[in-house]
């Protein structure tokens, strides 16, 4: 049974910051056919985490409620460089680089959206093959003052930092998208509202319906401050091993429990908002709503049961203090062995364990190194191929290896 309107809408607007406009939406829904709900992604790394799953999560709503979901793959508008929210001018992409991103995206996708209701397109299949009376054209349509309308773009203008032409017809370009696709609704974070709602303009331009915008919230990454960002660390990637996603996840803040469950579980908002309601009254305690959250995320990307099978090896790794059944060999380079010993900090940079030697003595010194569970003591320590064959090297709760000789 086809869900109300006033249903379709409580759903697909939950969880979100702007709908350009409700109203709109509502009548785009009472027409009875699919709607056509757009989002642009430009491959511009290799990687999708939960941040970025947010508003793929909303896009799959869509889905479930009967829509097309028309995914744009900006493989033109990434050698650009979408400048939202930027300090400075991004370096180009080139289309190799691309290309291989956009393999990567696509094969995880799928791990959120419905192939059987997607619609796949490269914005280069329009955006390559414009002339430059068409790129004037495009031009033509947006005013220097319209673009210095944009917060990023005021504040590069007011500090004196540069802002190139080609960055000015970003957002003329992703508009173009939807007047080319036809779009119903584009979805996007928020900071994409201003590209989003260049495409309104240039669909009425055109003689287009205007679409519908709604952007769905930056959602703030493990340390509970800045937003997820790979680069920054503080990220949990959609394609990582289940067992890295439940320990990742157990430390999630316990002031951002409520938003983690509405914005990464894919839950009806009637679930979310009991969920919510329990934490608060204490009948649902911080851990275990954790160890729920962890759960049903791995088995959106894993599979039916595959959070329960993480949070078994969690318990058995943290509470039993067993190494896990995965550990890595890390076999042991001729190099590393001097005058028959093998320093022990440069032993943990070389297995990926620590990021230098320097922090591999610090790691030891604060008593975050076991070596067969037994806690490693002195920073200059070193132990010969012997002693070190068929052990397992721990630092910290989440890295092991097995040193193979």
Do not use: C
Not at 23 to 33: I, P, T, V, Y
Not at 84 to 107: Q, W
Not at 126 to 133: K, R, S, V, Y
Not at 137 to 153: C, I, K, W, Y
């Amino acid at each position: 049974m086809t869900p109300t309107i006033d249903e379709q809408v409580r759903i697909l607007t939950a969880g979100t910051v702007d709908v350009i406009s409700e109203a709109e939406l509502r009548q785009k829904l009472a027409s009875g056919r699919p709607l056509r709900a757009k989002l642009g992604i430009d491959p511009t790394s290799s990687d999708i985490h939960l941040g970025f799953a947010v508003v793929l999560r909303k896009l799959r709503q869509f889905q479930d409620l009967g829509h097309v979901a028309v995914l744009i793959i900006g493989d033109f508008t990434a050698q650009v460089g979408d400048p939202s929210g930027k300090s400075a001018t991004r370096p180009r992409l080139t289309r190799d680089e691309v290309e291989a991103h956009a393999a990567t995206y696509l094969e995880q996708v799928v791990k959120v959206l419905d192939p059987e209701s997607l619609e796949v397109r490269r914005n280069g299949e329009w955006l390559a093959t414009m002339g430059i009376e068409d790129v004037l054209r495009l031009a033509s349509r947006a005013t220097v003052a319209q673009m210095l309308e944009r917060d990023d773009f005021s504040k590069r203008y007011a500090g004196g930092k540069p802002i190139s032409v080609m960055e000015f017809l970003y957002p003329l370009l992703q508009g173009w998208d939807s007047v080319m696709v036809e779009a119903d609704v584009e979805l996007g974070g928020t900071d994409q509202l201003f590209n989003n709602l260049m495409g309104r303009n240039l669909q009425r331009d055109e003689g287009q319906e205007a679409q519908v915008v709604i952007t769905t919230p930056l959602l703030e990454g493990l340390d509970g401050v800045q937003k997820m960002s790979k680069s920054l660390g503080n990220y949990v990637g959609i394609d990582e091993a289940p067992a890295e996603m439940f320990g990742k996840l157990m430390s999630v803040p316990d002031a951002l429990m409520p938003r983690y469950f509405e914005l990464t579980t894919g839950w009806h908002p009637d679930r979310v908002d009991e969920t919510v309601r329990s934490l608060g009254d204490g009948s649902l305690h911080p851990n275990e709503a954790k160890r729920l959250l962890a759960r049903t995320v791995i088995d959106l990307y894993h599979g039916e049961g595959a959070g329960a099978s993480a949070e078994a090896e969690f318990d058995r790794v943290f509470k039993a203090h067993d190494a896990p059944a995965d550990v890595a060999d890390f076999r042991l380079p001729p190099e590393l062995v001097e005058e028959g010993t093998v320093w022990l900090p440069r032993l943990l940079a070389a297995a990926g364990l620590v990021s230098s030697n320097k922090e591999g003595r610090r790691k030891i010194e604060q008593g975050g190194v076991r070596i067969d569970g037994v806690q490693m003591s002195d920073p200059e320590a070193r132990l010969t191929p012997e002693q070190l064959g068929g052990t397992v090297v721990q630092v910290g709760r989440r890295a092991w290896a097995r040193i193979v000789i």
